[in-house]
């Protein structure tokens, strides 16, 4: 599937990252645990760093790329494949239940309840920021597996005005931004 023949400003990823044997819970049931391939396919590190979104950005330009912490590596040499610099955690939501509760899942180290989108940058973005008080800390319910807030999409319209652009492996459609992946 081909990247569209379009320049973009601002780039919203949500990397398929492989995760090799971990599982997930199924959020439908909330305790059955299945494989990651079971909710969507997952690309390897070298398939993600080599899709040529440098060729759909502009000059100037913003990167959103959703990681988890035990991804971070390879998110900073996604940002490099695709020319940008690493500047700063844009958003840091904490997963709750539909009951309010925060999300408690199993990892090695220490069970995780939240998730990060790291923010790249080329060029000169800071002339497109239109407000300085746009918050970092999203507090929303985790619904199907592996869908973001609507809130996050939301400030970065807020943040950066109504510039051209793109979610990178969307799973639905969302006004004013142009959609690309399998499952859109």
């Known amino acids: 599937m081909e990247l569209p023949d379009k320049k973009y400003s601002i780039i919203y990823a ?4 492989h995760y090799g044997s971990k599982s997930a819970v199924n959020n439908s049931t909330g305790n059955t645990i299945v494989s990651l ?9 070298t398939e993600i760093k080599s899709l040529p979104v440098q060729n ?3 000059a100037d ?4 790329m959703w990681v988890t912490d035990s991804h971070l590596d390879e998110a900073l040499a996604v940002f490099k494949a695709w020319n940008f610099k690493y500047k700063t955690i844009a958003f840091n939501w904490i997963k709750t239940t539909v009951k309010g509760n925060f999300c408690k899942n199993v990892a090695p180290w220490t069970m995780k309840s939240s998730e990060i989108c790291l923010l790249g940058i080329k060029g000169q973005m800071t002339k497109y920021k239109q ?3 746009i918050e970092s800390l999203v507090i929303a319910e985790r619904t199907k597996h592996s869908k973001k807030p609507q809130e996050v999409r939301d400030r970065i319209d ?4 109504n510039l051209p652009r793109i979610e990178l492996f969307a799973r639905n459609k969302t006004p004013g931004w142009d959609v ?3 499952e859109v």
Do not use: R, V
């Open 56 to 58: 759909i950005t502009t």
């Open 158 to 161: 807020l943040l950066f005005g």
């Open 180 to 182: 690309w992946g399998n």
């Open 61 to 64: 330009a913003a990167c959103f």
């Open 14 to 17: 949500d990397p398929p990252w």
């Open 131 to 133: 407000k300085n008080n």
């Open 37 to 45: 391939q079971e909710h969507y396919k997952t690309m390897t590190l």
